[in-house]
């Protein structure tokens, strides 16, 4: 065979492998062991090419790793549970289950074909009740631990689906599936005490040096460390039961610029006043329809009902401040109360000027040359923390300072005037782990008449869920079906009835790595093998899971140490953690007859000389620029149509190829057929050497072995530093290298084994083939990695390129230790230097040792 047929050469490589079990992973203590992980998918039931990235990249590191001598466990599992199985059940009639099992096993045998390196003896569901079965057991451990409790909460409420909706799930103010209103309603929920653990998640991430540094920073923004000042407002006329309004603030410096307090709809007063007053219940029923993440509350109408209240300013009884209840203040935030200060925060400047409230500046600009003051009509003023400014209003005098020192005189003079004191705060909210649906872990305990709320016994576990349910009717069918959910208590056996929440998907999610180092242990790990295989010493995923996944997984590590499931040194349990680029595509447009437009897939276009045109009529074809891949858009692309067309290889080479790991790439139908043509190359280079006999050692043979060695270096740098695109930069300019030598047939060979073993990694079944036509021996997936030898990387000359008057006019070897002034000599009898000079000398003459030559005439 003379010519690359991926479709003949992959499956006999893959089979090879299985019969081998080069990818399972072994608990050896004589090698050290490295554990990489890619974030695991939701089985929607199609892979794509982002998938087939990101699971390239782990698999590059994994079957490194293996010829480098370590241990390597390359698992897969499947994050399974979730709302879109239960909403395809709702539209189709048929139970989650199915939905999920059969996306399942769809998308595995999508992904084998791609010849990753993955112990599949290891995958799992989280839907699987053996995988749920533990994580309640984690949940009653974490209970007895003091780590989960429950209590009321305001959640977003759909009215029709009668569950609760994340903050995502809320479209303008509307469920997402159901389009009903929603409502912030009061429930009981579950939580997570993730916020006892805030000051040391904080810290932590100083130690987590082998992660982006925009991670870190996300994640400590949404732990969100603040020192303010919390104090109270007295109410003028008291209300019943209330004579002040307790507020906290991250500016205590601009108190004396205070122009009116806010309380949220779901404060005490707010309730307490809508009990006798339509208005205001009315005012409050509207703001809790609206959503409650920060993103909708910034970005909505500031709207505001004045109570008729008033409260006395801390620093002059004289000055009374209206209270108003403000649809933009949260209950869970600080207080639930705070006073605004319009010109110094955009949102309380727009609530004060459709309200006209007063608004008073406390500092301003240092140079205040052409500065509208918020007073004057100009936009509120808020400089970072460390600007110095002048303050006007502040409590060390009228000088200048940052806001820093501004707030910390502000704490010292309010402290020192019995008025509140300094408190540090986290933005960090306990996690509500409760979800009002089906298709989720059910929460483990008990509700009993006569011994409250009671975990399940350990030896019941798991609590399945029940295969007898429906969907043709709103709300959790856990609910309505009263022979799972009536049973006796598990303490006195009187009649009780189970929890019917079940667990937030993200619980799912966050100690799935420390399962797959013992998959089908009885509790929810082995000590033994986590002690082992932990931490992840490289984790890959997408910045979209940079705060909640990341964030709960590290809370849930701690607690599982807590609990005795993971050693002490696993509380951070990602050693080093990649977030890769997007694939994205063109997107190709026409538009029907009410001129709206009409997406299509990249097969169903094609190029021509003068545009791209539809295949089918021939009709125009808009293109519009590179986009993430959307399924609405339809600039998709099919691996598996890739892999029959091209082979596994092809797409695992582009994909690598065309930009760092860390960046975007575009999928064009022209670099996969590029790369194609390349490997095919390398497959020629290798057939035409099969019969090949021993090297013959002459120069030539002694300048491939360099060029060898320099390539094992430079590919081994780029995959360590996970730069696969200029490992693979280098294996271009290696294959030109063999194909260009006049070395020997033997020590082209030789040179072509090396090539497959620096191939492997990215493109296995090639390596493979390759490795076998030129007698490597056993399976290239497990040749040790080869070493370059420092000897032959050192260059005995080099080649200088030499500018004249800015071009590029010949170049010049010369031996690599020449000193710049024997460089000079050889330059000045360059032939065309000479020419250039005619009998003249150099304006300038500059050498930079081992790069350039410069000459000016």
Known sequence: MSRLIPSEIEPKWQAAWDDAECFRAVHDPERPKYYVLEMFPYPSGRIHIGHVRNYTMGDVIARYKSSCGFSVLH?????????????????????????????????????????????????????????????????????????????????????????????????????????????????TQWFFKISDFAEELLEALDGLEKWPEKVRLMQANWIGKSRGLQFAFSLVDDPDGFDRVEVYTTRPDTLMGASFVGISPDHPLAKALEKDNAEIAAFNAECRRMGTSEEELETAEKRGFDTGLTVRHPFDTAWELPVYIANFILMDYGTGAIFGCPAHDARDLEFARKYDLPVVSTFEPLDAEGFVAPDDGGDAYVPQKSEKVSYVKGFAGDEAQTGSQGIDAAIAFCEDSGVGRGVTKFRLRDWGLSRQRYWGCPIPVVHCSTCGTVPEKRENLPVRLPDDVSFDQPGNPLDRHPTWRDVPCPKCGAPAKRETDTMDTFVDSSWYFARFTAPHAETPTNMAEAGYWMNVDQYIGGIEHAILHLLYSRFFARAMHLTGHLPERC??????????????????????????????????????????????????????????????????????????????????WFVMSDSPPERDVEWTAAGAEAAFKHLGRVYRIAFELKDAGAPEGGAEDAALERATHRAIADVTEGIEGFAFNTSIAKL???????????????????????????????????????????????????????????????????????QINGKRRGELEVAADADKAAVETLVLEHPAVVKALDGGQPKKLIVVPGRIVNVVV
Not at 593 to 620: I, K, M, N, W
Not at 746 to 769: F, K
Not at 792 to 799: F, G, H, I, M, Y
């Open 732 to 802: 271009y300019g290696f294959t030109n290298t063999i194909a260009k030598s006049k070395a020997s047939a033997g020590a082209r060979a030789q040179a072509m084994r090396t090539m497959a073993q620096l191939m492997s990694p990215m493109t296995p079944h090639l390596a493979e083939e390759v490795w076998s036509l030129l007698a490597g021996e056993g399976l290239v997936a497990q040749a040790a990695w080869p070493k370059a030898d420092p000897a032959l990387l050192v260059e005995d000359s080099v080649t200088l390129p030499i």
């Open 75 to 187: 698992p897969m599992g499947w994050d399974a549970f979730g709302m879109p199985a239960e909403n395809a059940a709702m539209a189709s009639g048929g139970h989650p289950a199915t939905w999920t099992y059969d996306n399942i096993r769809e998308m595995r045998a999508q992904m084998k074909p791609l010849g990753l390196s993955i112990d599949w003896t290891r995958e799992f569901a989280t839907c699987d009740p053996e995988y749920y079965a533990q994580q309640q057991r984690l949940f009653i451990d974490m209970l007895e631990e003091g780590l989960i409790y429950r209590k009321a909460a305001v959640v977003n409420w759909d009215p029709v689906d009668m569950t609760v909706l994340a903050n995502e799930q809320v479209e303008n103010g509307r469920g997402w599936r159901s389009g009903a209103l929603v409502e912030r309603r009061e429930l």
């Open 571 to 652: 509380k951070e349990p990602f050693e080093a953690l990649f977030t890769q680029g997007m694939v994205t595509h063109e997107i190709y447009q026409t538009r029907d007859a009410q001129d709206r437009p009409v997406y299509h897939l990249p097969e169903d276009v094609e190029r021509r000389d003068d545009g791209v045109f539809l295949r089918d009529t021939g009709a125009a074809v808009e293109v519009i620029p590179s986009a993430k891949m959307s399924k609405s858009k339809k600039n998709v692309v099919d691996p598996v149509a890739i892999v029959e067309s091209y082979g596994a290889d092809t797409a695992r």
